[in-house]
């Protein structure tokens, strides 16, 4: 919502069945008394913009009026809501816009009909904060960043340069309708109303500069950068969870962190804070993340309610549960990109095997990454005089000077790369050297798995996204603190991991064969799609794909598990429902005409249980044509050829993502 303080308010695109005064707006009825006018507010309102979303859908209107005390207001307000029902006007109604109770219909009618005035004017919204790539005139994928008030973008004359140089397209801004993009969710969003600005960007910068060689601030403030460029980078949700006991930093570098992005005074006092709290059910989480998409979630006190249950996999999906209408129709599913920084007292594997009785899993481990704070004490406080009264301090001013990092950083971000793929590459080969060094640092001191492996990648990319943030000059830490901080953070994490068991192991192990040896892996159906020719088989041949299930030989299988035995693997694999096989065996016969294969034996791994969406979209890209595509066209060669399938193969959710 706006909001402009003025005596002078020139109200327009009034149809001429109607008048507005200052005494509100009036529906004239056939006749010459003012008596035949009919009252619908008690305050001026009229319609300044049609908005639509960029691809053409859930038109919008922003409704504007002048209050009792004066002051002009106006909301974007879902066209629908004039069809459907009065929650709406109530919503306006406690934000000054007084409709008189019986003139609601008339009221909606009225705004109507100043949507059909010829002069009104129109303009663009999308439903989700953050880093988006949008097309401009002819040139495709231009940075943008959406905040609640404002819409960032590059500057026309660099924009027109890069698009010749780049994209070989002229950039005519006479032929861009898009103009400045406006925020309009599709659900109330109560979080974004936090995202806005306080102070400036020096003020901020000499508020956390003091302490730069904290690491698990220094850790905290990169995570928040990372966040902002989950989305747009195809990254999958992180979460790093910081634990410890009471006073020892952790809602401090939880503020520090928001402070980046908007409000981040006290978590305790709601309206004074985006930092939430983890007391709310899972349909609650749910909306908590949507309401933070494309920003940044901190969450505190994790361990605070005990009915709360947290699931690891449905946070990091990045996507709710899909949900049906009272009408039997399928709601829209609430999604998030962005990273979650959490903290409590106590680490998220706990939380989770307290609340569902089980031990935690490997992917969790991976997916939520336990931090204890007290492994990254630094001892600077004996170097910083009133150490106690610095960081009471910080921690008011964090309610006080805020939201002023990140337009600045999304600003810098845009006006050096301009498009959306040129800032993909640059992070993708960042991350991938960075992860190299943490690897190969963690490998001297560390036994790393296959699973350990994976989660230090999304270490190094909350590496990158800090570094880039103190080469833009937003973020008041050197390279050295950033990459001191991650480093003692990998630490702590790899510290703190209860050890995998065996068959853990070779999970992990076989996951890391199958991504390793993608190239020489045959994906069956696109095979045959293009003529099952025996020379495009790949010479080593480490495994074959076919609709959900890798299969195996025993051969392949023991070179996959590793130092791993195969009984321990298969034991593991079954129990958990990952092997498809025959009553009574642990393998799976296989037939095809093409590779003269008549009831072979191989042990069948569902893909889907193994690898990721992420891991398998990758793989499906290496894979000409699409299996996806090849899926829906192939018919299969007999009946013994056909395996069964729980459900279909996933669609790819990132397709017009660089996954990094």
Not at 63 to 70: L, M, P, T
Not at 160 to 170: F, G, H, N, R, T
Not at 279 to 289: I, P, S
């Amino acid at each position: 919502m706006s909001v402009e303080a003025t005596q002078a308010v020139p109200w327009k695109n009034i149809p001429s069945e109607y008048h507005v005064s200052g005494d509100g707006v009036f529906l004239h009825r056939d006749g010459e008394k003012k008596s035949d006018e009919v009252q619908l507010t008690s305050v001026p309102a009229w319609v300044e913009t049609v908005t639509r979303e960029l691809n053409g859908k859930n038109w919008s209107i922003e409704v504007a009026w002048r209050d009792h005390d004066g002051v002009v207001r106006s909301q974007l307000i879902p066209y629908a809501t004039l069809l459907s029902g009065t929650e709406q006007f109530s919503v306006l109604a406690s934000e000054g816009l007084l409709i008189l109770p019986r003139a609601v219909p008339l009221f909606a009618h009225y705004l109507s009909m100043c949507v059909a005035q010829p002069a009104i004017e129109r303009s663009f919204t999308f439903p989700e904060l953050g880093f988006h790539a949008w097309n401009r005139a002819e040139v495709a994928d231009v940075l943008h960043f959406l905040m609640p008030s404002s819409c960032l973008s590059p500057a026309p004359h660099r924009l027109k340069a890069e698009a010749e140089l780049c994209q070989a397209v002229l950039y005519d801004a006479s032929k861009d309708a898009v103009g400045e993009v406006r925020y309009q969710p599709h659900y109330r969003n109560k979080a974004a109303a936090g995202y806005h600005a306080s102070g400036d960007l020096a003020a901020w910068q000499e508020l956390v500069h003091p302490f730069h060689q904290n690491d698990l601030f220094v850790f905290s403030m990169s995570f928040a950068f990372a966040s902002m460029l989950t989305g747009i980078c195809g990254v999958d949700v992180i979460i790093a969870h910081l634990y410890g006991q009471s006073s020892s930093g952790k809602t401090t570098a939880l503020q520090l962190a928001m402070s980046i992005l908007g409000k981040a005074g006290d978590p305790q006092v709601p309206s004074a804070s985006n930092v939430e709290r983890w007391n709310t059910t899972a349909n609650g989480v749910e909306l908590l993340l949507s309401e933070h998409s494309g920003m940044l979630a901190a969450v505190d006190e994790l361990g605070s309610s005990a009915e709360t249950i947290i699931s690891v996999y449905n946070a990091t999906a990045g996507a709710g549960r899909t949900r049906m209408t009272d009408s039997g129709q399928r709601r829209e599913q609430r999604t998030w990109a962005l990273g979650i920084l959490s903290s409590g007292e106590v680490s998220m594997r706990e939380k989770v095997e307290g609340a569902s009785k089980r031990s935690v899993k490997t992917g969790e481990l991976i997916r939520a990454l336990d931090i204890p704070v007290a492994s990254l004490a630094t001892g600077e406080e004996e170097h910083l005089g009133d150490y106690a009264g610095m960081i009471a301090n910080l921690k008011m001013r964090c309610g006080e000077i805020y939201g002023v990092a990140a337009p600045a950083f999304a600003q810098a971000v845009i006006d050096h790369f301009i498009f959306a793929s040129k800032l993909r590459q640059f992070l993708h080969q960042e991350t991938d050297t960075f992860h190299k060094e943490l690897k190969d640092a963690a490998a001297l001191k560390y036994r790393l798995d296959a699973a350990h492996v994976r989660a230090l990648r999304r270490f190094a990319f909350i590496q990158a996204a800090g570094i880039m943030a103190s080469q833009t000059a937003v973020f008041p830490c050197s390279e050295e603190d950033i990459r001191r901080a991650v480093s003692r953070t990998v630490s702590a994490w790899l510290e703190a991991l209860p050890p995998l068991s065996l068959g853990e192991q070779a999970v992990e192990s076989l996951r890391d064969y199958v991504i390793q040896n993608m190239g020489q892996i045959l994906h069956y159906i696109p095979w045959v799609k293009q003529g099952g020719v025996k020379a495009d088989v790949p010479i080593r041949l480490a495994a074959i794909w076919k609709t959900d299930l890798i299969l195996f030989t025993k051969d392949q299988f023991r070179q996959a598990c590793g130092d791993i035995s195969e009984k321990e693997a298969v034991k593991y694999l079954k129990a958990k429902g990952m092997l498809q096989c025959e009553a009574g065996k642990n393998t799976y016969r296989f037939t095809s005409k093409f590779l003269e294969y008549k009831n072979v034996q191989f042990i069948a791994v569902n893909a889907k249980r193994l690898l990721s969406n992420e891991e398998i979209n990758s793989a499906m890209e290496e894979s000409a044509p699409s299996e996806n595509q090849a899926l829906n066209e192939a018919e299969p060669d007999s009946e013994a050829d056909q395996l069964t399938r729980e459900d279909d193969w996933p669609q790819k959710t990132q397709k017009d993502r660089d996954s990094i």
